[in-house]
């Protein structure tokens, strides 16, 4: 007697999560700075907090972050004001999967294991701003190209905190497939 065995699993590779914060993104217009000892140069302000600036030069297009106590008092302000008009946010993002259901389904000669499984999803605001209005927008991955989205709207996330929640549930299945014959 021969048998062959032969397993197709379409396995999950990532769960990719963004956030939607183009109301947030600021956008900055190149001009120029003087430093505290006269000197200039021509760049953007990428982001800023009440102690450091991180700015991209014009003539090389590099980012730059320093002290602003090393711009000039016009452009300390300058700065200040610019960072209180354009919060910045920082984010950790963290999903885990987890298997909500497992089944096994027999027809003719193929077992199949359909497993289901969603993501539990933080989102951490390490930032000094409070994150409000946003909407997480996700797309989980298989190996065998499909994908399942989906979104979560976050109305407030204060700085310092957590928000939690789980995605849609997805389903895979495991086939393996036995051929008996007679020798």
Known sequence: ??????????ALAVAVVTLGLLPF??????????????????????SATN?????????????????IAMLSEEDQAYVLKWGEENETFRLRIDAK???TGSEN??????KTNIRSYLYDVAIENW??????????KYRIYM??????EGSHG?????????EEFETTGLSLERSETKNVSNS
Do not use: Y
């Open 51 to 67: 102690v450091e600036v991180t700015v991209k030069l014009d003539s090389t297009q590099r980012q730059v972050r320093f002290p």
């Open 25 to 46: 993104v600021a956008t900055a217009e190149s001009r120029t700075f003087t430093s505290a000892d006269g000197k200039t140069m021509e760049a953007e302000i990428v």
């Open 97 to 99: 999967k987890k298997t």
């Open 105 to 110: 389904v027999t027809k003719g000669n193929t």
């Open 143 to 148: 190996d065998c190209g499909s994908f399942k």
């Open 127 to 136: 930032g000094r701003n409070d994150l409000d209005n946003a909407m997480v």
């Open 1 to 10: 007697m021969n048998t062959t065995s032969r397993t197709h699993l379409p």
């Open 154 to 162: 976050v109305e407030l996330i204060p700085a310092n905190v957590t």
